[in-house]
């Protein structure tokens, strides 16, 4: 019989891929949505967190739950609205799941959360580890929130582990078109000082990581999800320009600007994290791509214009 996965989030941009890879590894996928359509490739069950409601048949499908739900971080201004709606759809989302978990007859085995490296705040080139000091800006408090609703469900026996999600890499959605637009119009610049560190990770990589910790039991507790490969947002830009075959003419985006453009959310791009990976790898994972010209090149070959 093939493992049952539930996934929150399944439409969006790592839930999207995820399904596909567990597909082709023989797994069965459902997911869960405020809007069941019947068109979708997928068995959905139906939740609304506005009404604290989820189809319970959901529960009692899984073998493992997959939590990646959350509204996305970077795509509206941060309202004073905008942030409570952050922090409450990841935080309502996994104290749902865990209120099912306890009343209901199921046989999961293990949940599995994201969270982000937004936990450990603008740390500079200072290498942090998944049991450095967390930061206190808005970012880090929504991640804190989130991986304590997440943890909870330990409390009932469950297997937890949680993935500290660096900037993940995919041309169909999340960072990379955003850096890669202006670079292909001949625009590109590293942003503020260029200093700040990115730790990133390929979309295969992360998925690869979510499967292998429902495979694999020694995975437990919270892990750093990026690549063992940290870049400077100046390397990052020029690495991205190389792959494009476009130069890079501007000097840099002063720090000034992002924040006019982004206001609060300039955090996103200009604060420094530089994340080891070194818990993940001792796990024996080994990652697709390890440096940032792999991973770009599996998005701009040669023959992309």
């Known amino acids: 019989m093939p493992e049952k996965i539930l996934i929150t989030g399944g439409s969006g941009m790592i839930g999207t891929r995820l399904s596909e890879m567990l597909i082709d590894q023989g797994y069965e996928v459902a997911h869960l949505s405020r809007t069941p359509s019947k068109f979708s490739k ?5 939740w609304d967190l506005r009404e604290s409601y989820i189809d319970e048949n959901a529960i009692t499908y899984a073998d493992y739950i997959i939590h990646l739900a959350g509204a996305g971080v970077a795509d509206e201004k941060w309202t004073e609205e905008r942030k409570r709606e952050i922090l409450k759809s990841r935080v309502d989302s996994a104290r749902l799941l865990y209120d099912c978990l306890q009343k209901s007859e199921h046989h999961v085995k293990g949940f599995i959360s994201a969270s982000a490296i937004g936990i450990y705040g603008d740390s500079g080139d200072q290498l942090v580890s998944e049991e450095s000091i967390l930061a206190d800006d808005f970012l880090a408090e929504v991640c804190k929130a989130w991986e304590a609703s997440s943890w909870q469900v330990r409390e009932l026996g469950l297997r937890t582990v949680i993935f500290r999600l660096g900037i993940v890499l995919s041309n169909l959605g999340g960072a990379l078109p955003q850096l890669a ?3 292909k119009l001949m625009a590109g610049a590293p942003l503020g000082s260029g200093k700040q560190y990115m730790s990133w990770i390929h979309i295969d990589d992360a998925c690869r990581l979510f499967i292998k910790a429902i495979e694999d039991t020694q995975f437990e507790g919270v892990y750093n999800a990026v690549a063992p490969h940290p870049v400077t947002n100046k390397e990052f830009t020029r690495e991205l320009a190389d792959v494009m075959h476009r130069p890079l003419v501007l000097p840099k985006v002063p720090e000034f600007a992002l924040n006019l453009m982004l206001g609060q959310k ?3 791009v ?36």
């Open 270 to 305: 200009l604060d420094s994290q530089r994340v080891s990976a070194n818990k993940v790898l001792q796990t024996g994972f080994t990652f697709e791509y390890n440096y940032l010209d792999e991973a770009l090149e599996s998005f701009y070959d040669k023959n992309h214009s």
């Open 42 to 46: 997928y068995k959905t069950f139906r």
């Open 266 to 268: 300039s955090g996103v």
């Open 181 to 183: 637009r202006p670079v």
